[in-house]
T-cell receptor, first 109, second 111 residues
Framework: GENVEQHPSTLSVQEGDSAVIKCTYS??????FPWYKQELGKGPQLIID?????GEKKDQRIAVTLNKTAKHFSLHITETQPEDSAVYFC????????FGKGTSLLVTP | DAGVTQSPTHLIKTRGQHVTLRCSPI?????VSWYQQVLGQGPQFIFQ???????GRGNFPDRFSARQFPNYSSELNVNALLLGDSALYLC??????????FGPGTRLLVL
């Protein structure tokens, strides 16, 4: 089955800096790669996604890149704000979502 | 617009009991998926239903079962509860089977 590895497990940045979270996947048939943000006590919230026929996608301060050959994809958050502090999950899918273990992001003022 | 709703929000059961969790998808969404999230881990896939038919099943024992109703709402049932079943159970809905939107979850504690 699909195996998704996510790094780092924790990330601390100063407000205004950029944050990068990286994921690798094992199943070359996976064709959909969403990113979720989960705040304490809440369900995961979809923040951006990318499909295998696209290499990069951007939405305001958030961007995702995909390298199908290397089977890895990354989340980039620019100009981080304290409200970006949360746990971020990557996932790979060709049906059901297979999640990484999460990255706890802390943005300090 | 109402998002995915789940009930109950919290639940406490004892070992050996049975539990039923409920999910209502976003209006117009025909697919519902269930995930288990243990503290400190990513969600793990349990079931996916589309148009009332099971489309996928994760690596969970037969104690776990689910169904989807004609109005696209869904139930997850767990029999013979074990301590290790304590987790946040998440429901996600989608228009097709791809982009999934999660509800707030049901937090289950088994004592």
């Amino acid at each position: 089955g699909e195996n998704v590895e996510q790094h780092p497990s924790t990330l601390s940045v100063q407000e205004g800096d950029s944050a990068v979270i990286k994921c690798t996947y094992s199943d070359s048939a996976s064709n959909y790669f969403p990113w979720y943000k989960q705040e304490l006590g809440k369900g995961p919230q979809l923040i951006i996604d990318i499909r295998s026929n696209v290499g990069e996608k951007k939405d305001q301060r958030i961007a995702v890149t995909l390298n199908k050959t290397a089977k890895h994809f990354s989340l980039h958050i620019t100009e981080t704000q304290p409200e970006d502090s949360a746990v971020y999950f990557c996932a790979a899918s060709r049906g059901a979502l297979n999640f990484g273990k999460g990255t706890s992001l802390l943005v300090t003022p | 617009d109402a998002g995915v709703t789940q009930s109950p929000t919290h639940l406490i059961k004892t070992r050996g009991q049975h539990v039923t969790l409920r999910c209502s998808p976003i209006s117009g969404h025909k697919s519902v998926s269930w995930y288990q999230q243990v503290l400190g881990q990513g969600p793990q896939f349990i079931f996916q239903y589309y148009e009332k038919e099971e489309r996928g099943r994760g690596n969970f024992p037969d104690r776990f079962s689910a169904r989807q109703f004609p109005n696209y709402s869904s139930e997850l049932n767990v029999n013979a509860l074990l301590l290790g079943d304590s987790a946040l159970y998440l429901c996600a809905s989608s228009w097709t089977e791809e982009t999934q939107y999660f509800g707030p979850g049901t937090r289950l504690l088994v004592l």
